[in-house]
Structure formats: structure tokens, C-alpha cells
Nanobody, 121 residues
Framework: QVQVVESGGGLVQAGGSLRLSCAAS????????MSWYRQVPGKQREFVAVISNIGNTAYADSVKGRFTISRDSAKNAVYLQMNSLKPEDTAVYYC???????????????WGQGTQVTVSS
């Protein structure tokens, strides 16, 4: 059984910063990528950032230069440092670990429960 748990959301004023954390636990053989997504009511979940098992990163254009994704492989953890926050960054943020829980199975996606980020103007 694998669990993915996020933390670090909250309320912040525009221009402020927040740091999200996400850690996986349980039966983990290997992690391929760790990602962050976000979703607002009535809209599809959208990609925010991803980091690979060798540290390569990619970002959505809307957050490039403001958000930084990082990882701690020893803890199976991923972080999202969010600076210069804007009201349009308000959303529920989800982390996703793409990983193997068995040597016999292909990688699968494991999602966290989500954490609310609210940016006031």
C-alpha cells in the first residue's frame, strides 16, 4: 500500500510565498517522476511542475520564474516553493508520484489528497 500526503497550503497575500511539501510512504520500488498539479472548481486539473528521478525539471508557463520544484529522494518527497503569488494561483494543489510499487508492474500514478492555496488580492 502506498500513501501520498501533501502539506503546506494556506492563505497568503498577493506577492507572498508558500512552500508545499509532499511525501510518499509504503511499498515503493522506484520513483520515475514527482509532479504538482492544481485545480479550481469547474476547471480541469492542470499541470504545474515536474521533476524526474535524475533532477530534470519542467514548469507550466504560468508559473515559470516564480515556482521552484525540488526533491529529497531519501524521503521520497517533493516540494514546491511558490514565490510572487498571484490571486490566479488560488487552487487546490495536488502532488503526483509516478512510481513502481512492484518489480513486476509498470509505473503507476499515486495522487495526494490535495491542499488548498488561497491568494488574496
Amino acid at each position: 500500500q502506498v500513501q501520498v500526503v501533501e502539506s503546506g497550503g494556506g492563505l497568503v497575500q498577493a506577492g507572498g510565498s508558500l512552500r508545499l511539501s509532499c511525501a510518499a510512504s509504503g511499498r515503493i520500488v522506484s520513483i520515475v517522476t514527482m509532479s504538482w498539479y492544481r485545480q479550481v472548481p469547474g476547471k480541469q486539473r492542470e499541470f504545474v511542475a515536474v521533476i524526474s528521478n535524475i533532477g530534470n525539471t519542467a514548469y507550466a508557463d504560468s508559473v515559470k520564474g516564480r515556482f521552484t520544484i525540488s526533491r529529497d529522494s531519501a524521503k521520497n518527497a517533493v516540494y514546491l516553493q511558490m514565490n510572487s503569488l498571484k490571486p490566479e494561483d488560488t487552487a487546490v494543489y495536488y502532488c503526483k508520484h509516478t512510481m513502481r510499487s512492484s518489480m513486476l508492474s509498470p509505473p503507476d500514478d499515486y495522487w495526494g489528497q490535495g491542499t488548498q492555496v488561497t491568494v488574496s488580492s
